[in-house]
């Protein structure tokens, strides 16, 4: 696939110009009904080591299908700032996808897509970066709130909102009794489909397996670095 390069800007200020500018172009409309290969994206880092990033290649129906990785060293890494993870991580993500055997119709990205203070979590910067239909799948919450209590049965859902009561996605509960995902869409995609592809993935543990198999590569990747 082809991949434009990444801009790296020289400063905080700068980061949150272009993140304010490129939220303007997330689109949140689109269906994924007929999508069957995505790309889940996951990431591991320790101290002393470069960021290793994890594109599995997913179909649907028949499972994996091909890994890519990148790294970014240590060094080259943009600051960990919450909010602006996608400049630290997104470089190593584009390797990662590049070495694909075959492009992707979906990113599934851990991490936010709008449901970020600026409206482009990774998920979102990535889509528009690449013009793919993308949705974050993050482990914690970073903006927004639960219009209600979240049950604690599989498959339940509650809408989260912005301060000012805009929908920006669900916190979902995948698997009875685990804590909840939230689920934001990126790019390309409306709310109530990102959630209806989060609901199709199988599920074995509190992670899609899209993203649990791209969470266990991102491990291995790192710890083989040792």
Sequence with gaps: MEIPPFPRP???????????????????EGSLEGVRLLAALDAAHKRGKPLVAVAVLYHLEKGPLGLGRGLVPEE????YIPGFLSFREAPAYLEALRALPEAPEVLLVDGQGIAHPRG???????????????????????????????????????????????????????????????VSPGHRVGL?????????????????????LAHLEAGKALAALD
């Design 76 to 79: 080259a890494l943009f600051p």
């Design 10 to 28: 020289e400063s905080l200020e700068a980061a949150r110009a272009l993140q304010e500018a490129l939220a303007q172009r997330v689109i949140l």
């Design 120 to 182: 482009l979590g990774i998920a979102s910067h990535l889509g528009v970066h690449l013009d793919l239909p993308s949705l974050g799948v993050a482990k914690s919450l970073l903006f927004g709130r639960l219009e209600a209590p979240l049950p604690q049965e599989a498959g339940q859902a509650v809408r989260l909102l912005s301060p000012e009561g805009r929908p920006l996605g669900y916190a979902y509960r995948s698997r009875t009794g685990v804590k909840p995902l939230y």
């Design 192 to 212: 109530e489909e990102a959630l209806a592809l989060v609901r199709r993935l199988p599920t074995r543990f509190r992670l899609p397996e899209p993203l649990r």
